[in-house]
Structures are given as structure tokens and as C-alpha cells.
């Protein structure tokens, strides 16, 4: 299975852009890359998602690499409501059906 | 639009009893999923059910575990008999196709004493 590897956790100032980065060196040519975020106390919300080009939402950007073994969730303008833990997710698929492997996540902390 | 809902929010049980959670999913979501979140990690899946049918339950410990989605759209997790370590959070989430985004409930937080 392929799997993820994020940094624990992160700071970033208000009204800057927080650039968080996963590593998925094992990916598949056909698993997506997904990032969901979790705050205290809530289920996940879904962010964005991608398989080869960037993509871009209200609510974030995604950058995967030519190679597809990395990828950087960029919020661009970071608020104190941002502050979540974040999980790069890639969607496997294996013999007919597919899961999600969540990691451990990336802490980020929102400073005012 | 209302979102995932589940019920109950918290639940405190002594080990060797049961326990049911109950999840509604969003109307119109044909695909329901069913998460054991640890602290400070990530969901687990413990079971996806396309319609009626549960199409991946690998992950479920089938010893002490079951879940039903009777008529494709809410669904029971029921763990029989309850372990201290099944103490974590219980996520429900639906989705309305493969690649779509899941929408997940506020959880179910289960402490075994």
C-alpha cells in the first residue's frame, strides 16, 4: 500500500501561506492524493484532491511533483481558524476496490 | 442541507457489554464508511458499503464487531462484547461517487471502562 509521510507538526504566522508538505514516494500511477483536515473535536473536512496536475480550490492549492512521489497542500493566506491537524491521504486501489490510508497528520498552529 | 449525523455523541460502557453507534449519511449518498480513530492518529477504515452491500470490510474484527446498512441508507456499528482497547473515536462519513469527497459525522466517542 502506498503510504504517506508528513511532517508532525507546524507553525505559520496569520496571513501568511502555510506550505505543507507529504511525501508519498510509493504512490501508484493511479492513486490520487487527498488532503482532509481535522479540527478538535470534529470529523475530517475535505480539502482538495489530485492525481497529476495542480489543483486549485476556495480553499487551497495542491502541488504534486512531475514524479508524483511529493506533494504541498498550500493554504494562502493562513487564519487562526486554519489551525488543524492536516492529513495527506492517498486512495488506493487494489483488486477491483479502493481505500483511503489516513497517517498520523501534520499539527499546524495558526499564530496570531 | 443537513450533514452526517450520528448518534450518540459520547457513550461510557463497562468491558464484556455491548454497544451500538448509529449513523444517518447525507441524503443521496450511496456510499457509507465506517472509521475507528485512535488518539492522536489518523481514521482507520473498518467498513465501506456501496447501497446495501459492504464491499471492503477487511479491516473489521469480525469476532466482536457487525454492521448492517439494511436498506442503503442509515447504518448500526454494534461492537459485542466491548474491549478496554475499543475505547477511541467511531467516524461515519458518506460520499456520492468513488472519487468524491467524503463528508464525515462528528464521531462517536466511546470510553471502556
Known amino acids: 500500500d502506498a503510504k504517506t509521510t508528513q511532517p508532525t507538526s507546524m507553525d505559520c504566522a496569520e496571513g501568511r501561506a502555510a506550505n505543507l508538505p507529504c511525501n508519498h514516494s510509493?504512490?501508484?500511477?493511479?492513486?490520487?492524493v487527498y488532503w482532509y483536515r481535522q479540527i478538535h473535536s470534529q470529523g475530517p473536512q475535505y480539502i482538495i484532491h489530485?492525481?497529476?496536475n495542480n489543483e486549485t480550490n476556495e480553499m487551497a492549492s495542491l502541488i504534486i511533483t512531475e514524479d508524483r512521489k511529493s506533494s504541498t497542500l498550500i493554504l494562502p493566506h493562513a487564519t487562526l481558524r486554519d489551525t488543524a491537524v492536516y492529513y495527506c491521504?492517498?486512495?488506493?486501489?487494489?483488486?477491483?476496490?479502493?481505500?483511503?490510508?489516513f497517517g498520523t497528520g501534520t499539527r499546524l498552529k495558526v499564530l496570531a | 442541507e443537513a450533514g452526517v449525523v450520528q448518534s450518540p455523541r459520547y457513550k461510557i460502557i463497562e468491558k464484556k457489554q455491548p454497544v451500538a453507534f448509529w449513523c444517518n449519511p447525507i441524503?443521496?449518498?450511496?456510499?457509507l464508511y465506517w472509521y475507528l480513530q485512535n488518539l492522536g492518529q489518523g481514521p482507520e477504515l473498518l467498513i465501506r458499503?456501496?447501497?446495501?452491500?459492504?464491499?471492503?470490510d477487511s479491516q473489521l474484527p469480525k469476532d466482536r464487531f457487525s454492521a448492517e446498512r439494511l436498506k442503503g441508507v442509515d447504518s448500526t456499528l454494534k461492537i459485542q462484547p466491548a474491549e478496554l482497547g475499543d475505547s477511541a473515536v467511531y467516524l461515519c462519513?458518506?460520499?456520492?461517487?468513488?472519487?468524491?469527497?467524503?463528508?464525515f459525522g462528528p464521531g462517536t466517542r466511546l470510553t471502556v471502562l
Open positions: 510509493t504512490i501508484s500511477g493511479n492513486e490520487y
Open positions: 491521504i492517498v486512495r488506493v486501489t487494489s483488486s477491483g476496490t479502493y481505500k483511503y490510508i
Open positions: 458499503y456501496e447501497n446495501e452491500e459492504a464491499v471492503d
Open positions: 489530485g492525481l497529476k
Open positions: 462519513a458518506s460520499s456520492s461517487g468513488d472519487y468524491n469527497e467524503q463528508f
Open positions: 441524503s443521496g449518498h450511496n456510499t
